[in-house]
């Protein structure tokens, strides 16, 4: 198994800028992607930014220009940059990972246990 360990959440007001990092562990593996979700109060859970091992990256319209994902394979870690932060962005922040387990190579995805970010005056 694989933990995903999130970080960085907090209350910020609008126009401020955050920094989310998830850190992984556990067993052997290989990354194939990892991304941020975010989950607002009465939504569904959205791709917010991905970034895979080859360092190609997506990101939801909603979020372009203004965050980046990045990842440190060395610490097996990735972050989520956030800058000129808008209410509506406002959620509940999940590191999910595709890893390729080794030595066996079985895709597995995982989830971290979400942080909270409020954009509010």
């Known amino acids: 198994q694989v933990q995903l360990v999130e970080s960085g959440g907090g209350v910020v007001q609008p126009g401020g800028s955050l920094r989310l990092s998830c850190a992984a562990s556990?067993?052997?593996?290989?990354?194939?992607?990892m991304a941020w979700y975010r989950q607002a109060p009465g939504q569904q859970r959205e791709l917010a930014a991905l970034i895979t091992r080859g360092g190609t990256t997506t990101y939801a319209d909603s979020v372009k220009g203004r965050f980046a994902i990045s990842r440190d394979a060395a610490r097996n870690t990735v972050y989520l940059q956030m800058n000129s932060l808008k209410p509506e962005d406002t959620a509940v922040y999940y590191c999910n990972a595709d890893f390729n387990m080794l030595p066996t190579g079985t895709l597995k995805n995982f989830w971290g246990q979400g942080t909270q970010v409020t954009v509010s005056s």
């Open positions: 556990g067993d052997p593996f290989i990354i194939v992607a």
